[in-house]
């Protein structure tokens, strides 16, 4: 695995490194001592699938708050998805900013996003499946969200969803959620 470090601090894209012959490739896609060497503190607990049937499926931005804030590694493993990783803790120098990837399930890039930024992806292909690979289990009704077009943000997505859900249609903006969770 080579480790990108990206803008935002605790972000990094991951490639894999193949090893090939004429059955295909093998490569290592999770290592705890290989991204303990990157210098990232990650342990899986949880594995989630989330598989999208329809071109410009839209999921995001979503996040958990501490104590329940979640890292993840993020992978394409059929189609491809512009895949956005927003900083959102509040004493960042980076926050507020966006970075975008391109996950490719034929190159199986992945993404890295630490603990306090939200995450989200619009889907490039149909019969897309996007895996995450969680650093803490998800906690039902401890999710937040901001919402996906928030003009704060100006994400440039590459196209408007053709499917949203209707709670992340209904996130608030990123200046709102952070006051609501101040409360």
């Given at each position: 695995m080579q480790f990108h470090p990206q803008d935002i601090n605790g972000v990094f894209e991951i490639t894999l490194e193949r090893h090939e012959d004429e059955r295909g490739f093998f490569a290592?896609?999770?290592c705890p001592e290989?991204?303990?060497?990157?210098g990232i503190d990650f342990t899986s607990t949880q594995i989630n699938l989330s598989g999208n049937r329809r071109k410009h499926t839209l999921r995001g931005l979503h996040y958990q708050n501490s104590p329940?804030?979640?890292?993840?590694?993020v992978r394409c493993l059929q189609?491809?998805?512009f895949d956005v990783v927003v900083d959102i803790r509040p004493h960042s120098p980076t926050f507020g900013h966006w970075l975008s990837?391109?996950?490719?399930a034929r190159t199986l890039n992945a993404v890295f996003i630490p603990e306090g930024c939200a995450h989200g992806f619009l889907?490039?292909?149909?019969?897309?499946?996007?895996q995450y690979q969680m650093g803490r289990p998800f906690v039902p009704g401890k999710a937040a969200g901001i919402v996906w077009n928030d003009p704060q943000l100006?994400?440039?997505w590459p196209h408007e969803p053709?499917?949203?859900s209707d709670a992340d249609r209904n996130w608030p903006r990123l200046a709102t959620a952070l006051r609501t969770e101040d409360k």
């Open positions: 290592r896609a999770y290989e991204f303990e060497k990157a329940h804030a979640e890292s993840k590694l189609g491809r998805a990837f391109n996950l490719d889907t490039l292909e149909k019969d897309t499946l996007v100006s994400i440039d053709a499917v949203l």
